[in-house]
């Protein structure tokens, strides 16, 4: 299952001897709404006095969506921050993509926030987020025509400071980006 906002609770049956269907089973401490990974206790509790009663754990699972992006003209890392150099003041198009499965997502409610966060220049510890500027008067929206989100960010004007930029969508899944102002 893949995150779509709403709850979810795990499901199951029990069945005794001839494939009679019990009841008692209990799953209501289950229900998750949020994307990660979750063990959880189901019990069953037989009414009829025939069956042992018993618990065990079930893992839960709800999926994040897939991030793309940011593109070009972002250069994005792996697993080492890559430094993407711009001027103090210029317009920086944060490009990308969300999906769940299959489904791509297009509205702008599918994205939670964007911080710009201060850090060093050396370290990969960052502060507290300042506010994101745009340009022009733009907003986050997205472009049919190029298949992508498009948020326009005015970049902090001091030069020689560093920011980390990070998407997080409406899932809690994240993009992160780095930036070095001159």
């Not at 401490?29 to 025939?50: E, L, Q, R």
């Not at 710009?116 to 050396?122: A, E, K």
Request: hydrophobic share 35%.
């Amino acid at each position: 299952m893949i995150f779509d906002n709403a709850s979810h609770t795990a499901t199951g049956s029990c069945t005794g001897v001839n494939n009679a269907s019990l009841a008692g089973l209990n799953l209501s401490g289950t229900s998750h709404k949020d994307a990660g990974v979750y063990t959880d206790a189901w019990t069953f509790t037989d009414v009829t006095g025939n069956y042992n009663n018993t618990s065990e754990p079930v893992v839960d699972r709800i999926g994040h969506w897939t991030t793309e992006g940011f593109y070009q003209p972002v250069d994005m890392s792996g697993a080492q921050i890559v430094w993407n150099t711009v001027k103090g003041g210029s317009t920086v198009p944060l490009k990308f993509n969300l999906s769940a499965g299959a489904q791509k997502k297009t509205s702008v409610a599918d994205v939670k926030n964007f911080g710009v966060f201060p850090m060093s220049c050396v370290a990969s510890s960052f502060d507290s987020a300042i506010e994101l500027t745009t340009t022009g008067g733009t907003a986050l929206r997205y472009d049919g025509t190029g298949g992508q989100f498009i948020q326009n960010w005015q970049t902090p004007k001091t030069p020689g400071q560093c920011y980390m930029v990070r998407l997080t969508a409406l899932d809690n899944s994240v993009i992160d980006a780095y930036f070095k102002t001159k």
